[in-house]
């Protein structure tokens, strides 16, 4: 038997409709107070029970950018940052490319 350590990086995932980590370690603020059956349904059905919610914020040289509202999962392999949540509450954009990705300011550009 092997245990695989956590990634703990954070991934933008376009499909995502919520912010997902696998652990509230990568959260600065906790909240326990969820529905009793609160799930997170993953692309083959399966339901992942949700332990906690919280927030966190992503260090930049600019500004610090936000995750609200993170649903918490051990289950999760990956911590997930849904782009349509994420650029609307940080007033900004993502843009893929095939060297990575870049987030940029919407006032700023």
């Not at 980590?21 to 906790?30: A, M, P, V, Y």
């Not at 326990?32 to 059956?37: A, C, T």
């Not at 918490?72 to 940052?81: C, D, E, G, K, M």
């Not at 849904?82 to 987030?103: A, H, I, Q």
């Amino acid at each position: 038997m092997t245990l695989q350590q956590l990634d703990a990086n954070w991934y933008m995932d376009s499909g995502a409709s919520s912010h997902l980590s696998s652990s509230s370690g990568n959260l600065s603020s906790i909240s326990s107070s969820l529905h009793p059956n609160s799930n997170i349904i993953v692309d083959n059905g399966t339901c992942l029970p949700i332990t906690c919610y919280g927030h966190t914020l992503l260090p930049n040289s600019y500004r610090p950018l936000h995750l609200s509202n993170v649903l918490v999962s051990p289950q999760l392999i990956a911590n997930l940052i849904s782009v349509r949540k994420f650029t609307t509450y940080n007033s900004c954009s993502v843009e893929f490319d095939p060297f990575g990705l870049s987030v940029k300011d919407l006032q700023t550009k």
